[in-house]
């Protein structure tokens, strides 16, 4: 509730941002990953949380949030409940594409 307050200074309000995407595995992949690297990170991720080093996630965002990278990754690591409450052992990485990346690859590709 804090958050809306402070938000209606700004003019906007935390209920009209756009909803986060489910949490529904440890990766979250909007992107489209080829299935070989979708389950080769699924394992790493697994193996990370198996050891009792972290709770970790990744999504893999189709496109940039209307919001800033920060406090898009706070609302999704907050409705995802990532983490240990006493060990504050969340890690949430948040991948997303640049229009930017794709274009030099695409430049690089057609120079080959």
Known sequence: MPHCWL??????????LP???EATG???D??????????LLEGSLREIQDS???????????ERP???LAEYTLRLAEAGKLGRARREDGLLIVLVP????A?????RASKE
């Open 98 to 101: 640049s229009v930017y990346a």
């Open 66 to 68: 209307d919001e800033s």
């Open 26 to 28: 440890l990766l979250v």
């Open 30 to 39: 909007q992107g489209g990953l080829e299935d070989s690297h979708r389950l």
């Open 19 to 21: 909803t986060v995407p």
């Open 103 to 107: 274009l030099s690859r695409s430049a």
């Open 7 to 16: 938000s209606l200074l700004s003019g906007v309000c935390a209920a009209a």
């Open 52 to 62: 009792g080093r972290a709770q970790d996630a990744v999504l893999l965002n189709k």
